[in-house]
């Protein structure tokens, strides 16, 4: 089955810092992945679709320079949290959908990372 | 604007009995809903997806069952385990104005006791 790898699944850093997160797709091509953010006891708040040689897609009120994300190749994603303050604290999930039969396969969502800025 | 409403919030059973968990949605036009569920700190593992022709779909003790005109899904657990403790996820596909987003219930958290 698809499988999507999301790396670090945990990350401690300090203010003003910049911090990355991979999603990868392990065993398909993903033209299209999407970050979501996640706040404790709340759904899944999309932040932005990622395009694979074009630039990602922001929801409204994403901050798309803090937020910096990579889409440079068929099977990985990148989101960058840049100069990282307390209140960017959350679990960040990347998810990802074959190229092709977007209606029969569903999405693949990576573990997960929790980022907290200290 | 799709909105997903997942009832109850929270669920509380003792091993052993049969559950349903309930799913509404606003905007019928839809490509298929997906159930999830999410331990606490992970990330999101599909159950199930059902397309929106489709009625049901199966897998071992959980079913699901989509009513697209009338916006609701279920999801319904058989004899309940501990391992089934987690927050169940629901989440539409839409086709309409949003296409290929997901919209995501709030979760049902459900705590199956021993």
């Known amino acids: 089955g698809a499988v999507v790898s999301q790396h670090p699944s945990w990350v401690i850093c300090k203010s003003g810092t910049s911090v990355k997160i991979e999603c990868r797709s392990l065993?398909?091509?993903?033209?299209?992945m999407f970050w979501y953010r996640q706040f404790p006891k709340q759904s899944l708040m999309l932040m932005a679709t990622?395009?694979?040689?074009?630039?990602?897609?922001?929801e409204q009120g994403v901050e798309k320079d803090k937020f910096l994300i990579n889409h440079a190749s068929l099977t990985l994603s990148t989101l960058t949290v840049t100069s990282a303050h307390p209140e960017d604290s959350s679990f960040y999930i990347c998810?990802?959908?074959?190229?092709?039969?977007?209606?029969?396969?569903?999405?693949?969502f990576g573990s997960g990372t929790r980022l907290t800025v200290v | 604007k799709q909105e997903v409403t997942q009832i109850p919030a929270a669920l509380s059973v003792p091993e052993g009995e049969n559950l349903v968990l309930n799913c509404s949605f606003t905007?019928?036009?839809?490509?298929?809903l997906q159930w999830f569920r999410q331990d606490p700190g992970k990330g999101l593992t599909s159950l199930l997806l059902?397309?929106?022709?489709?009625r049901e779909q199966t897998s071992g003790r959980l079913n699901a069952s989509l009513d697209k005109s009338s916006g609701r899904s279920t999801l319904y657990i058989a004899a309940s385990q501990p391992g089934d403790s987690a927050t169940y996820l629901c989440?539409?596909?839409?086709?309409?104005?949003?296409?290929?987003?997901?919209?995501f219930g709030k979760g049902t958290k459900l705590s199956v006791i021993p």
């Open positions: 989440a539409v596909l839409g086709s309409g104005a949003g296409s290929y987003q997901l919209t």
């Open positions: 990622s395009n694979e040689g074009s630039k990602a897609t922001y």
């Open positions: 065993d398909f091509q993903a033209t299209t």
């Open positions: 905007d019928s036009a839809i490509y298929n």
């Open positions: 998810s990802a959908r074959m190229s092709q039969g977007l209606q029969r396969y569903g999405y693949t």
């Open positions: 059902i397309q929106s022709s489709q």
